[in-house]
């Protein structure tokens, strides 16, 4: 069965799009990630000395507050990218039917 001739256009538009997002947005993710996992690390040792008395609580709490941070950041840049994949999907016309959606 041959492809219409504006669906094969839209394919190869997404296919075209998708690699450049793919391949673009990579740092950012990779940054985030290092960054949680710096804080996280960070807090683990804040903790060890918060238990042998060379911290306090109030570095231990700023440790977690940081750590915790990190690790939103990174989950809500995820949300993001899953969000503009989706957006991506159905501006190419990804299959999505309104008519279906509606009910």
Do not use: C
């Amino acid at each position: 069965m041959h492809l219409l001739q504006p669906e094969l256009h839209t394919r190869r538009a997404f296919l075209r799009r998708s690699t450049q997002l793919g391949l673009a947005g990579t740092a950012l993710p990779f940054a985030l990630n290092l960054a949680a996992m710096g804080e996280a690390a960070a807090f683990t040792a804040t903790e060890q000395r918060w238990r042998g008395g060379l911290a306090s609580a109030a570095e231990l709490e700023d440790a977690r507050r940081l750590a915790l941070a990190a690790q939103s950041a990174e989950v809500q840049l995820q949300r993001e990218r899953i969000g503009a994949w989706i957006a991506l999907y159905k501006a190419a016309g990804g299959g999505w039917n309104a008519a279906e959606q509606a009910r």
